[in-house]
């Protein structure tokens, strides 16, 4: 699967954005994604996951709250609102895919990830 990441960008704190993660080459609907994060100096950390039908959505407790997990299947894409922005919330933001139904958080369970989108909160 070849995944897509965009929609990050600067913006203040307390504002929102909307990042998009687009796929192709496998059946989108069978695929959970997961968003990542990455904060400079900082270990790869889970932000939220989603399972192929929808039907189990995960947050950490970072965001819980403030963002929102969401997919269309019909369009090959999942998007993950992000609201209330902190500053401590600006890292590169990566979306991953993989045919999984446990280990939704584990980033080494997800084979296919996206090239990353910057997230860049100021105060």
């Known amino acids: 699967v070849q995944l897509q990441a965009s929609g990050g960008g600067l913006v203040q704190a307390g504002g929102s954005l909307r990042l998009s993660c687009v796929a192709s080459?496998?059946?989108?609907?069978?695929?959970?994604v997961g968003w990542f994060r990455q904060a400079p100096g900082k270990e790869r950390e889970f932000v939220a996951t989603?399972?192929?039908?929808?039907?189990?959505?995960m947050y950490s407790d970072a965001v819980k709250g403030r963002f929102t997990i969401s997919r269309d299947n019909a369009k090959n894409t999942a998007y993950l609102q992000l609201n209330n922005l902190r500053p401590e919330d600006t890292a590169v933001y990566y979306c991953?895919?993989?045919?999984?139904?446990?280990?939704?958080?584990?980033?080494?369970?997800?084979?296919?990830w996206g090239q990353g989108t910057l997230v860049t909160v100021s105060s």
């Open positions: 080459g496998r059946i989108f609907s069978r695929l959970a």
């Open positions: 991953a895919s993989g045919p999984i139904a446990v280990g939704l958080k584990d980033k080494e369970e997800y084979g296919d």
């Open positions: 989603i399972t192929g039908s929808s039907r189990t959505i």
